[in-house]
């Protein structure tokens, strides 16, 4: 009878406790970088979503390559985690190419959708093949759906690398669709015109991507002329000015308007090109042209607010190629050759912008010096540290990509051309005649942000046939480089809110085995399991029958 009693305590304690428990869940993170933590901001996103979240990932599949086995995992664990946080998430895997029969035809409508398949060398067990792979993900919201790429590229990394990338860069990807489709608009963006900026279709692969994010509309300084005054009240109530390539003098007082939009907490990202110097001007019966400075007018305006940028060309042996055609009618051929104005500029700051990104092409780009003044100044991208400047005006010529470079020559080392200006700015008018009276005029911004690019074509995204192509894509080399992720971070940066584009920053540790060394070793091992199992079993035995016989002998 007491230990009927004692039975049914027991039973309905455990029933206590396991429902207890449900009530009370919590998962933990054992991983030292805790890359199954959601940070504050994800949580921030998703915190206030109260109708269902789906999402379909194609990273899957047959003989699925090892690597990207683990991007699956990792993918899987991590929406397992906004799931937990959120019972509306949810997710499902997906093959695509599971009905092989309609494969070709899957792929082509996926591709129709932006989601282009990735063909990958697989090299397992010694052998090398080649497999198609899908690494996206679809998730939809209130009929609203956004793709997620799963895969963050680099120009020139290896299959691992590219995967340890790519995991670093999940949680911001996902978090990021999440604040796309769950978070209205709120801020809103200046596209400055009349001053000579580029055209809409030369910008328009950008604009494009930040119209998923924010309010864009064009404005024009020309109304400065007429009634300043009011052009400032009607600028500030944007968040963002974007200046792309502008190529004609401001007048004092369109600086002053814009300088009394900073102070007032407006936030800037300028493309300037501070020479004048045109790849298209190149392909001429001569095959030269000459850089000379751009007068905008904007030296002291900068100078104010701690940056100067010197018409000086940066010159790198770590350049991207400039494609021309070798040899005359039919029998000319397009090669990529050496051209050191076209710098590839990364940074090894761990910055949210730049953390993680692929190289950025810049064309004609110059050298930028910081001041020293209050304000703090954070270097984006630099050139690699074989740079050379070249003083303006000078001759460009074709010619240069036949000569051999010495490096020798390329001592000036990294060459800053994109920096990030954070805090109070001065006034450029401060203790200075004014161009006009403003009412509430301010000598001192309240805290704001920054960012001064070297090069006008950073943003330039080039024309076929009159259709604007992907910004960063080089149609000649088949590459994408880093430009339009560079600049959306930097836009996101300035304006974020959420503390998304911090994500960018977590670092995330991820082991892979070597592959190379368990093709090798792959007999040894097998026949070790084999036979050390057998080995101990036989010494057991001799060691269990000597004794036995020795027991039983006395």
Wanted: glycine share 4%; charged share 25%; hydrophobic share 40%.
């Amino acid at each position: 009878m007491k230990n009927s009693k004692q039975i049914i305590i027991l039973i309905i304690s455990l029933i206590a406790i396991n429902y207890l428990s449900s009530l009370a869940f919590k998962r933990f993170d054992l991983t030292h970088d805790k890359r199954y933590t959601l940070s504050q901001a994800s949580l921030n996103v998703i915190k206030d979503v109260n109708s269902p979240i789906v999402i379909d990932v194609f990273l899957t599949g047959d003989d699925f390559p090892s690597e990207f086995r683990r991007l699956q995992r990792e993918t899987k664990q991590l929406l397992e985690e906004f799931e937990a946080n959120n019972n509306h998430i949810s997710f499902h895997f997906i093959n695509p190419l599971e009905d092989e029969a309609n494969s070709d035809k899957t792929i082509q409508q996926l591709s129709q959708r932006g989601l282009t398949p990735m063909q990958l060398s697989v090299q397992e067990n010694g052998k090398t093949s080649q497999e198609v792979i899908f690494p996206w993900a679809l998730a939809s919201y209130n009929g609203k759906t956004v793709t997620v790429s799963l895969v963050k590229n680099k120009i020139g990394v290896s299959q691992q690398e590219l995967v340890t990338n790519s995991v670093q860069h999940l949680e911001y990807a996902f978090a990021d669709a999440f604040s796309k489709l769950t978070k209205p608009k709120r801020r809103k963006i200046a596209i400055l015109k009349g001053n000579g900026e580029l055209d809409d279709i030369h910008i328009f692969d950008f604009v494009k991507k930040l119209g998923e994010y924010y309010k864009i509309a064009p404005f024009t300084l020309d109304s400065v002329a007429n009634n300043a005054p009011k052009t400032l009240k009607e600028l500030n109530q944007f968040d963002l000015i974007i200046s792309a390539k502008p190529t004609e003098a401001f007048t004092e007082k369109e600086k002053l308007v814009l300088d009394q939009y900073t102070m007032n907490g407006g936030k800037s990202l300028w493309l300037i090109d501070d020479v004048i110097a045109e790849k298209d001007s190149l392909y001429n019966d001569y095959g030269k042209t000459y850089a000379a400075g751009r007068d905008l007018n904007l030296t002291d305006f900068f100078f104010k607010y701690g940056v100067r940028i010197n018409r000086l060309l940066v010159s790198t042996l770590y350049s991207a190629p400039i494609t021309l055609a070798i040899g005359e009618g039919s029998n000319s051929q397009f090669q990529n050759l050496r051209w050191p104005y076209s710098p590839l500029a990364s940074s090894n700051s761990r910055h949210p912008i730049v953390n993680n990104i692929n190289l950025v092409i810049f064309d004609f780009a110059t050298q930028i010096d910081t001041l020293k003044n209050s304000v703090k100044k954070t270097i984006l991208l630099e050139s690699a540290p074989l740079t050379k400047l070249e003083g303006t005006p000078r001759e460009i010529s074709l010619d240069i990509v036949t000569k051999e470079q010495n490096p020798a020559l390329f001592n000036k080392g990294n060459q800053t051309l994109a920096v990030l200006l954070e805090g109070k700015f001065t006034s450029v008018y401060h203790n200075r005649i004014k161009p006009f009276k403003i009412a509430d005029e301010k000598d001192e911004s309240v805290p704001t942000k920054m960012i001064i690019i070297s090069d006008g074509d950073i943003i330039k995204n080039d024309v076929v046939r009159n259709k604007p192509q992907e910004l960063g894509f080089d149609r000649w080399t088949g590459k994408t480089y880093g430009n339009k992720e560079f600049l959306l971070n930097a836009v996101n940066y300035l304006l974020d809110d959420d503390g998304l584009i911090n994500i960018r920053s977590k670092e995330i540790e991820v082991a892979f085995l070597d592959q190379q060394k368990i093709a090798d070793q792959k007999t040894t091992w097998q026949l070790l399991n084999i036979l050390l199992p057998l080995v101990l079993l036989l010494i057991f035995g001799f060691i269990f029958n000597y004794i036995r016989k020795k027991k039983f002998t006395h």
